[in-house]
């Protein structure tokens, strides 16, 4: 069962997208920052170059196009610079992690970042992935193929609970982790001070999280989101990671419109570490605007 899970670990980091540089591994780093009375902690796992090559990032529009978009935001060209983040959310009673990045198999520093951070994986209450990409659920499982966070009730939407097991590439984490899953009905209150986002598209469950604290609030936008850059600036170019790319699009846009509107504070995991900031309207798209709340 064990090698069953590694192997099927393995198959999906080389089966991640056309194109897709394997992550890489990067420090261990985590940096907590203060939500009205909670606090919270943004927790590196990995970096995730993803070259500038047609595969994955504007692929209706050429790497051209892309090239232009990263050039007059001051960036490398060739690549894409994607990180790899998790966030903390220490509640009354409960400490939250909300996805758990590669997993250590695949190089990742979660565990690592979590230690920063003082908490250890057996405190962890609660886990809320917003999707069941790989990049989102391989730390689940520890690197003897045993759940990472023992003592945690896994928590998804349930349309991703299904998406998940119907995919060859989910199946196996999905067997190891089945008794501590609870799903959730898209868009539920998931505790106090934490409530589940429906934003369906690039993946069927995918699910952001709103967390509250008093009048302060930030979401996790999950993958509604890759680049910082690219993804801000042209929301509308196909992204490969989309499993349906119209509604991948359609979603995206809603969210940053949304977004740019309410200034409210933001944590995307691929942006650059922290991961933390705004989004602020420009011509016909948006930027980042990087900045703890
Ligand atoms: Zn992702």
Known sequence: MRSMVAGALALMMAAAAPGVAAPAVAPAAATPFRLGALRLVALRDASNPVPNDGSVFGKDQG?????????????????????????????????VLIDTGLGPKAGGALLASLAVAGVRPGA????????????????LLAADGTPAFPNATIRMSAPEWAFMQSQDRGKAIAAAIRDKVQPFAPGAQLMPGIRAVALPGHTPGHSGYEIASGASRLIDIGDSAHSAIVSLAEPDWTITYDTDS????AQRRAILTRLAASHEPVFAPHFPFPGVGTVVAKGDGFAWKPGLP
């Open 63 to 95: 790497p051209a196009a892309v090239a232009g978009v990263l050039k007059a935001a001051g960036a490398a060209t060739d690549t894409i610079a994607l990180s790899v983040d998790c966030l903390l959310v220490t509640l009354p009673g409960r400490v």
């Open 124 to 139: 962890v209450t609660d886990v809320l992935i917003t999707h069941s990409h790989f990049d989102h659920v391989g730390g």
């Open 246 to 249: 119209a509604a991948g699009k």
